[in-house]
C-alpha cells in the first residue's frame, strides 16, 4: 500500500438530532469506510484513528465521528440513563449521518465497544453495512477484566497517574508508541477534565459495570443470521478485552476471520499501525 497520506478534514453536522464532530478523509472516494472508537477516558475518533485515516483515506472515503456523549459531539443534558439508551442514540447518529453524507451502505470498523456498536448495525440496520472489522470487540458475554473495569472507573480515581496506568493496560510494548505513556496521559488529560465529557462518562459506565457489558451482548441467533463478511483482529495479550470474545464470534459468525497479533494488548491500530493498515485496506478490497 502506498505510503504517503491525505488530509484529514474535520467538520461538525447535525446527524439527525445530534451534534456530530466527524474526521474524514479521501471523500468522495469509493467504498465508504465507517470508524467507530472506543470508550476509553477522554477518548475520539481521532485519538482512535489518527493514524488510520490518513493512510486509507487514499483508498476509501473514511469517516471517524465522535459518538454521542464522547469527543465534541453531543452530549445530552440531563444525559442518557442505561447503556441501551445509548446504544439506541449511537445507532440513530450514525444512521442519520450515512443518510446526510449519501452513502447507502458502508464497511464498518470498530474498536472495542465500537466494535459491540458494529455488531448492533449489522443486526439491526444490515442493509446499511457492506462488511466489518471488528477489533478487541465486546458485545458477546464475558466478565469484565480488571482492566475493563478499571477503565470505566476512571472517574472514581480521575488523576494522571491513573490514566497514565491505563494506558499501561492498553499497550504491551511503550517503545511502539513513543516509549513515555505519561507524556501521551497528559495529552489526553485535559479533555478527561472536560465537564461535559465528565458527565456523559459517569452516566454512562456507573458501577457495578458488568450490567453495561452484558446489555451490549448480541444473541446468538442473530450473530448467526449476519451474512456480511466480518474480519475479527485482536491482541493476544489484550488486557482490557480478552482474545476470548473473538474466539467466540469465530464459532458464531457465518462469514468470518480471525487475525491474532502476538506481544500486542488493546492498541492493534496504534501498536501495529502499518500491519493493521495494511490488513484492512485488503480485507475491504475483498483481497484477504
Known sequence: MDTSNVPVERTT???????????????????????????????????????????????????????????????????????????????????????????????????????????????????????????????????????????????DEPTLERLTQIFRWFVYDPERVGGDLEAIARQRYESTQEPNARRSFAAMFPAPRQRHLDELVVPDDALASIQQRVLLVHGRDDQIIPLDTSLYLLQRLPRVQLHVFGQCSHWTQIEYRDAFNRLIADFIAGEL
Open 13 to 155: 453536522l447535525r446527524a439527525g438530532p445530534y451534534r456530530t464532530y466527524l474526521y474524514r478523509a479521501g471523500a468522495g472516494r469509493e467504498p465508504a469506510v465507517l470508524f467507530l472508537h472506543g470508550s476509553g477516558p477522554g477518548v475520539s475518533a481521532w485519538a482512535n484513528w489518527q493514524f488510520a485515516l490518513p493512510a486509507l483515506g487514499q483508498r476509501f472515503d473514511c469517516l471517524a465521528p465522535d459518538l454521542v456523549g464522547f469527543g465534541q459531539s453531543e452530549h445530552p443534558d440531563p444525559p442518557l440513563q442505561g447503556m441501551g439508551a445509548w446504544m439506541r442514540a449511537w445507532l440513530e447518529q450514525l444512521i442519520a449521518l450515512l443518510d446526510l453524507v449519501g452513502i447507502e451502505r458502508a464497511h464498518v470498523v470498530g474498536n472495542s465497544m465500537g466494535g459491540a456498536i458494529a455488531l448492533h448495525l449489522l443486526w439491526r440496520h444490515p442493509e446499511r453495512v457492506r462488511s466489518a472489522v471488528l477489533m478487541g470487540t465486546i458485545g458477546v458475554p464475558f466478565r469484565i477484566t480488571p482492566g475493563l473495569d478499571g477503565t470505566w472507573g476512571f472517574y
